[in-house]
């Protein structure tokens, strides 16, 4: 599994400028079964992105594709982990 954390390097105004074409990129990765969980951090200083497990280089380069990270408003940073321990309920996280 992946932590991707995203942090603004620009004013959110150009941000928020192109939030639909980000969403619309996350849309997508949620869609391939790549993104398990998205949202802001808060305060308002960037995002976190949950991926599953897989090809770390292949994470990376949809991750440029990002309209944030394409733009230089965001600096993209990726954490790799193995889920070992869950809480009830989300026992699937270990399989991912």
């Known amino acids: 599994m992946f932590i991707v954390t995203l942090t603004y390097i620009r004013p959110l105004e150009e941000l928020d400028a192109l939030m639909s074409q980000h969403v619309a990129w996350l849309k997508k990765h949620y869609a391939s079964g790549l993104f398990i969980a998205s949202g802001r951090r808060v305060p308002r200083t960037?995002?976190?992105?949950?991926?599953?497990?897989?090809?770390?280089?292949?994470?990376d380069s949809i991750l440029e594709q990002d309209p944030f990270a394409k733009s230089g408003c965001?600096?993209?940073?990726?954490?790799?982990?193995?889920?070992?321990?869950?809480?009830?309920?989300?026992?699937?996280?270990?399989?991912i």
Do not use: H, W
């Not at 965001?74 to 399989?95: H, N, Y």
């Open 74 to 95: 965001a600096q993209v940073d990726v954490i790799e982990f193995t889920p070992s321990m869950t809480a009830p309920g989300a026992e699937a996280l270990k399989a």
């Open 46 to 59: 960037g995002g976190v992105i949950l991926a599953r497990s897989g090809n770390r280089q292949e994470l």
